[in-house]
Nanobody
């Protein structure tokens, strides 16, 4: 059974940094997609950053470009989000999601995020 677990959230002052980690388990091959999403109170969930291994692409929301860096350790099926120059508007619950399908060379399809973690809170104070 697939499980996704985030860690690394916390409270930080504006301008500070945090690193989130996400471990996916229940399968041994590299994930087709893994991504970070966030949801602030009263707002819709938004995609922050993701890696589409099947398509060979990386996505960043405009609001985090140049400040956040997504990376993954395929051997450990672990996803990271390095967040620098944090702003109060980055305050949200951050969720990790995984699409555990195996990458097939020459085959492309959109990400299907069927497995989600419980979330980790990030709070940035001004």
């Amino acid at each position: 059974q697939v499980h996704v677990v985030e860690s690394g959230g916390g409270s930080v002052q504006a301008g500070g940094s945090l690193r989130l980690s996400c471990a996916a388990s229940g399968y041994t091959h590299s994930s087709y997609c893994m991504g970070w999403f966030r949801q602030a109170p009263g707002k819709e969930r938004e995609e922050v950053a993701s890696i589409h291994s099947g398509g060979g692409s990386t996505y960043y929301a405009d609001s985090v470009k140049g400040r956040f860096t997504i990376s993954q350790d395929n051997a450990k099926n672990t996803l990271y989000l390095q967040m620098n120059s944090l702003k109060p508007e980055d305050t949200a619950m951050y969720y990790c999601a995984a699409d555990p399908r195996a990458v097939v060379v020459g085959h492309y399809s959109p990400c299907e995020y069927n497995y989600w973690g419980q979330g980790t809170q990030v709070t940035v104070s001004s």
